[in-house]
């Protein structure tokens, strides 16, 4: 089960500027590319990421001397 987090009200953007409306296809594309992105993300570092921290946590102890 996922928790949700109350972020409390959120931003609303103008994107008037870059798409035509909401129904355009260039927006559909975009926000389908960028769901693509994040589940290629998620795919890649679910479950590795405190991992990856302490690594670099690792490397910068390394660099100072404090192994």
């Known amino acids: 089960m996922t928790a ?7 931003p609303e953007w ?3 500027d870059l798409y035509s409306g909401l ?4 927006f559909a594309a975009d926000l389908k590319r960028a769901e693509a992105e994040c589940r290629a993300f ?3 570092w679910r479950g590795k ?4 921290a302490q690594g670099r946590e690792g490397e910068r102890a ?4 404090c192994t």
């Open 62 to 65: 390394a660099r100072r001397g």
């Open 14 to 16: 103008n994107l008037a």
């Open 42 to 44: 998620a795919e890649k």
């Open 49 to 52: 990421l405190a991992e990856a």
């Open 23 to 26: 129904d355009s296809p260039q």
């Open 4 to 10: 949700t987090a109350d972020l409390g009200p959120l």
